[in-house]
């Protein structure tokens, strides 16, 4: 089965029909090439920036040998490239000979639409949702279409039609995306596995099936792009350009989360949904924190890694990662290192990471039952919005003693920051709300805020000692303590 030529074109299948692209057309943002170079206008560019939803696609990926199921992404974003071995179904491929989809027969009834710019982008979100419902067997309620809506941005209508018409949908009658899917399809898919490779004058993409292979490739100049959530962005705002690139998608061993001895290993090209989707179990609280990162359409394509190695001050996922002991793996041609995520970060957006260095899993531990774990992320917004300050702590009880505590902030300074000495004095304490009341005036002493268009230092401050303040509430009413 296996095909060692290296492959010197992107495919993928667009509503059924097979599309091959090659050359620097494949660096090009996928709704770019939807409307300018396939002809299918339906899907809208408005923001550029992964923020309203307008340009929405259906993708379903096959990786590691099988097709995944349909997801909603932002194309406006997404690198032709990334959709390698992909189906996408764009709004044009919602109507059949029978007319309009059940999805946006409901648009229509329930008026979801009035200037109809952010409407393919809805009905392709709304789609995904009803596709997903149908397989899980359960009914799209008024709370699950709002969150899975949140990447989507209405000016002129108002989402209360909107949300009707998600709740009206008879699931009965949804027809599914995978009739786009033939075997001769991914029989097609099977039969290209092999690594990729496309070059130009100025310009190389390197798509590798092993990590020996990207290793050997990973040189200082070439950049690694994941899901192009924070990368994409900066190229749509001319602020990056790509000129060699490493995607690792095809690397079947990064794309699993794995739970071994109490740790979560999380390859690199694992997305935030699928963390999210794995850890409910594992770690509720840590899911619920992923619940409200970004957009579904975002998670759907930003890994942790990506986020991890973005290095923002305010990346939602550090804080926690910083006090469960997280190690980050990498590889290079000089071989394996293993770094403590509290080494990692030496100042704003500067890594312990070489440049020929791949980071090829995160690696944390899943907090005990006997231990407390509480995450929170201030931001203006509940959905689709940046944090203003990221708190995260770990408390370990005996009785009503403290025994053992661990606390991170984001976004009081240049990078996460562990708490040491905040920890200290926690510890030997009884857990009372006059200890944390206390405790919260020496967050000012270990944190050194900015103000920012987010926010002042001031309300960076006042929020930092509001947050310890906010844990012992939850804890003391979750636990009864
Ligand atoms: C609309 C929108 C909303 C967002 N909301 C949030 C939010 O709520 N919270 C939040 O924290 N972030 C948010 N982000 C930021 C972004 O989604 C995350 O940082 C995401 O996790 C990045 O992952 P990615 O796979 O897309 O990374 P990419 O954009 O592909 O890459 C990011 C960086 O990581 C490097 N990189 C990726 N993989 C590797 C690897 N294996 N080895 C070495 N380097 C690597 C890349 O070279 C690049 O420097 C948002 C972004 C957008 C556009
Ligand atoms: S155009 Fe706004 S999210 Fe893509
Ligand atoms: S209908 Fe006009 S922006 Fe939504």
Same mark, same amino acid.
């Given at each position: 089965?296996?095909?060692?030529?290296?492959?010197?074109?992107?495919? @993928?299948?667009?509503?059924?029909?097979?599309?091959?692209?090659?050359? %620097?057309?494949?660096?090009?943002?996928?709704?770019?090439?939807?409307?300018?170079?396939?002809?299918?206008?339906?899907?809208?560019?408005?923001?550029?920036? =992964?923020?309203?939803?307008?340009?929405?696609?259906?993708?379903?990926?096959?990786?590691?040998?099988?097709?995944?199921?349909?997801?909603?992404?932002?194309?406006?974003?997404?690198?032709?490239?990334?959709? &390698?071995?992909?189906?996408?179904?764009?709004?044009?491929?919602?109507?059949?000979?029978? =007319?309009?989809?059940?999805?946006?027969?409901? @648009?229509?009834?329930?008026?979801?639409?009035?200037?109809?710019?952010?409407?393919? =982008?809805?009905?392709?979100?709304?789609?995904?949702?009803?596709?997903?419902?149908?397989?899980?067997?359960?009914?799209?309620?008024?709370?699950?279409? /709002?969150?899975?809506?949140?990447?989507?941005?209405?000016?002129? #209508?108002?989402?209360?039609?909107?949300?009707?018409?998600?709740?009206?949908?008879?699931?009965?009658?949804?027809?599914?995306?995978?009739?786009?899917?033939?075997?001769?399809?991914?029989?097609? @898919?099977?039969?290209?596995?092999?690594?990729?490779?496309?070059?130009?004058?100025?310009?190389?993409? $390197?798509?590798? #099936?092993? *990590?020996?292979?990207?290793?050997?490739?990973?040189?200082?100049?070439?950049?690694?792009?994941?899901? %192009?959530?924070?990368?994409?962005?900066?190229?749509?705002?001319?602020?990056?350009?790509?000129?060699?690139?490493?995607?690792?998608?095809?690397?079947?061993?990064?794309?699993?989360?794995?739970?071994?001895?109490?740790?979560?290993?999380?390859? %690199?090209?694992?997305?935030?949904?699928?963390?999210?989707?794995?850890?409910?179990?594992?770690?509720?609280?840590?899911?619920?924190?992923?619940?409200?990162?970004?957009?579904?359409?975002?998670?759907?394509?930003?890994?942790?890694?990506?986020?991890?190695?973005?290095?923002?001050?305010?990346?939602? #996922?550090?804080?926690?990662?910083?006090? *469960? $002991?997280?190690?980050?793996?990498?590889?290079?041609?000089?071989?394996?290192?293993?770094? %403590?995520?509290? &080494?990692?970060?030496?100042?704003?957006?500067?890594?312990?990471?070489?440049?020929?260095?791949?980071?090829?899993?995160?690696?944390?531990?899943?907090?005990?039952?006997?231990?407390?774990?509480?995450?929170?992320?201030?931001?203006?917004?509940?959905? *689709?919005?940046?944090?203003?300050?990221?708190?995260?702590?770990?408390?370990?009880? &005996?009785?009503?003693?403290?025994?053992?505590?661990?606390?991170?902030?984001?976004?009081?300074?240049?990078?996460?920051?562990?708490? +040491?000495?905040?920890?200290?004095?926690?510890? =030997? /304490?009884?857990? #009372?709300?006059?200890?944390?009341?206390?405790?919260? +005036?020496?967050?000012?002493?270990?944190?050194?805020?900015?103000?920012?268009?987010?926010?002042?230092?001031?309300?960076?401050?006042?929020?930092?000692?509001?947050?310890?303040?906010?844990?012992?509430?939850?804890?003391?009413?979750?636990?009864?303590?």
């Amino acid at each position: 089965m296996e095909n060692l030529k290296i492959r010197n074109t992107i495919v @993928f299948y667009l509503n059924g029909q097979r599309i091959e692209v090659t050359g %620097a057309d494949t660096l090009k943002p996928f709704a770019h090439y939807l409307r300018y170079f396939l002809d299918k206008p339906g899907t809208k560019i408005v923001c550029s920036e =992964g923020d309203c939803g307008a340009c929405t696609i259906m993708v379903a990926n096959f990786r590691s040998g099988s097709l995944q199921k349909f997801q909603a992404i932002n194309s406006c974003i997404a690198p032709v490239f990334s959709l &390698d071995l992909s189906h996408v179904v764009t709004v044009e491929g919602l109507a059949d000979e029978q =007319g309009l989809s059940v999805v946006q027969k409901a @648009f229509v009834a329930n008026n979801g639409a009035q200037c109809g710019y952010c409407t393919p =982008g809805f009905v392709c979100a709304m789609t995904a949702l009803a596709e997903d419902c149908v397989i899980e067997n359960k009914p799209i309620t008024a709370k699950k279409a /709002r969150n899975y809506l949140t990447g989507n941005l209405c000016r002129c #209508t108002g989402y209360e039609p909107i949300l009707k018409a998600a709740t009206s949908i008879d699931l009965k009658e949804v027809k599914s995306l995978t009739r786009y899917v033939s075997k001769e399809s991914l029989a097609d @898919f099977v039969s290209l596995s092999n690594s990729v490779e496309i070059s130009g004058s100025n310009f190389k993409i $390197n798509m590798p #099936t092993t *990590l020996a292979e990207a290793a050997e490739i990973k040189s200082a100049d070439t950049r690694i792009i994941a899901g %192009a959530t924070d990368l994409g962005v900066l190229i749509n705002k001319d602020k990056f350009s790509l000129v060699k690139v490493l995607n690792l998608v095809h690397i079947s061993e990064l794309q699993k989360v794995q739970f071994v001895d109490g740790k979560c290993k999380v390859g %690199a090209r694992v997305t935030l949904t699928q963390l999210e989707e794995s850890l409910k179990m594992h770690s509720p609280e840590f899911a619920e924190i992923l619940k409200i990162f970004a957009s579904p359409q975002i998670k759907n394509n930003a890994t942790l890694v990506g986020n991890v190695v973005n290095a923002s001050p305010i990346a939602d #996922t550090i804080p926690a990662l910083m006090i *469960l $002991n997280t190690v980050i793996v990498t590889l290079s041609k000089m071989g394996s290192r293993r770094i %403590a995520i509290t &080494d990692f970060y030496k100042g704003y957006k500067q890594l312990d990471l070489l440049p020929e260095e791949i980071v090829t899993h995160v690696e944390f531990q899943i907090p005990r039952a006997d231990q407390i774990f509480k995450l929170f992320k201030a931001s203006p917004r509940k959905d *689709l919005d940046i944090s203003v300050v990221t708190f995260a702590g770990l408390f370990s009880l &005996d009785q009503k003693m403290i025994t053992d505590t661990r606390i991170a902030f984001g976004g009081v300074g240049p990078v996460v920051i562990r708490m +040491h000495e905040l920890e200290k004095k926690f510890i =030997g /304490r009884q857990f #009372t709300q006059e200890l944390f009341t206390t405790l919260s +005036h020496f967050v000012e002493k270990e944190i050194s805020p900015l103000s920012d268009l987010r926010g002042s230092r001031e309300y960076r401050l006042k929020l930092g000692e509001n947050l310890v303040k906010k844990c012992y509430t939850e804890i003391s009413t979750e636990y009864g303590l």
